[in-house]
């Protein structure tokens, strides 16, 4: 299932990998009975669809940033590493705390991270695998030694709960990594990235930006809501998905019969089900843990690693691949050798 790693992607100075994860999503689970009560939906019907069970819903006094603080210290820990120490907080969300300042100086605050720089990337659920590929670029090339990377939403305050189409789908969450050094043939050894701009509008919040500013005259209330075109984001989904794990496979010069496991986006358990097929693996080598937590966009992917180390689903030397797709719409992919932890 593994074999040996080739050397770091071309131009890395330094090869990068994960020090640790961790992960926070809010108390309050809402399950598909619960919705029932205010939507015209069914529990048969979200399950057949989605393979969606419950999701997770932040209190009123939780923002983006506060999850994805609680996700950023578990990360910390587990790796071992100081707020103090940090040199980079990425923060990748559509769901910031407000248009400014960034979430990410306000988790920078929140942790006491001192010497550390900051900045927002959104990408939509693309974001924390754009993210984990931009913060890796300031190890690689020596810049930092230690980059946080997290990725958290509140999607729930994007949803319309009179459309069933889409707050069925998303919930609350985050994730975190701690970038460093490691040692040669481990770490980050292969990526991909695209955008399809065309499709942007299949997946959007129109108002609230400089477009369609909240003042604008006969905004539609309606406009401040996630709209998708469920079909044509499903179709994309299913075509980009499994692809661009194979890309990313393609440029570490490796193939999906070497994965040990495939942690895609978790936005539906039919689409995660299409990729497994296109890369032709067993389902013990998907993780999936979409029925309990729904889509949290930028929160799905480091949430699933997270969980999956919790699981010992990962051991040292694994070929482990992440996907997310979103809108843009976009898609990005890793391929990392796990393990092969430096002193430096």
């Not at 300042?101 to 988790?107: E, H, K, L, N, Q």
């Not at 989904?237 to 495939?262: C, P, R, Y």
């Not at 694994?318 to 809108?327: A, E, H, M, Q, T």
Request: with cysteine.
């Amino acid at each position: 299932m593994t074999s040996q790693a080739p050397n770091s992607p071309q131009g890395y100075k330094t090869p990068v990998g994960i020090l640790g994860v961790g992960h926070f999503v809010p108390e309050e689970v809402v399950t598909n009975q619960d919705l029932t009560k205010f939507v015209d939906t069914t529990d048969e019907w979200i399950v057949g669809r989605t393979g969606i069970r419950a999701r997770r819903r932040a209190r009123p006094d939780q923002a983006t940033s506060d999850l994805a603080v609680e996700a950023a210290r578990r990360a910390l820990q587990a790796s071992g590493t100081r707020a103090e120490d940090l040199d980079l907080i990425i923060v990748a969300t559509m769901t910031p705390d407000c248009p400014m300042p960034a979430t990410a100086s306000m988790v920078q605050h929140q942790l006491g991270a001192s010497k550390a720089g900051g900045f927002d990337l959104n990408i939509a659920c693309s974001g924390f695998v754009y993210a984990l590929v931009t913060g890796a670029q300031f190890v690689a090339s020596g810049t930092f030694q230690r980059v946080l990377v997290v990725g958290a939403d509140c999607m729930t305050r994007l949803m319309n709960w009179k459309d069933r189409s889409t707050c069925v789908l998303f919930g609350d969450g985050a994730g975190a990594v701690v970038l460093g050094p490691v040692e040669p043939g481990y770490g980050i050894i292969g990526v991909h990235t695209g955008v399809n701009g065309a499709g942007g509008p299949n997946l959007t919040v129109k108002a609230g930006g400089s477009r369609l500013p909240s003042w604008s005259e006969g905004v539609n209330p309606g406009d401040y809501y996630l709209q998708m075109e469920g079909p044509e984001v499903f179709r994309f989904a299913v075509s980009v998905m499994g692809e661009a794990a194979i890309k990313a496979l393609e440029n570490a010069g490796l193939t999906s019969e070497q994965v040990a496991l495939f942690i895609p986006h978790q936005a539906n358990a039919r689409i995660i089900e299409a990729s497994r097929k296109r890369l032709n693996l067993p389902l013990e080598r998907v993780f999936s843990n979409v029925e309990h937590y729904g889509n949290t966009s930028c929160g799905s992917v480091p949430i699933a690693l997270s969980e999956a180390l919790e699981q010992g689903r990962i051991q040292n030397g694994d070929l482990v691949v992440l996907v997310g797709f979103g809108g843009g719409l976009s898609w990005a992919s890793v391929a990392l050798r796990w393990g092969g932890l430096s002193n430096s």
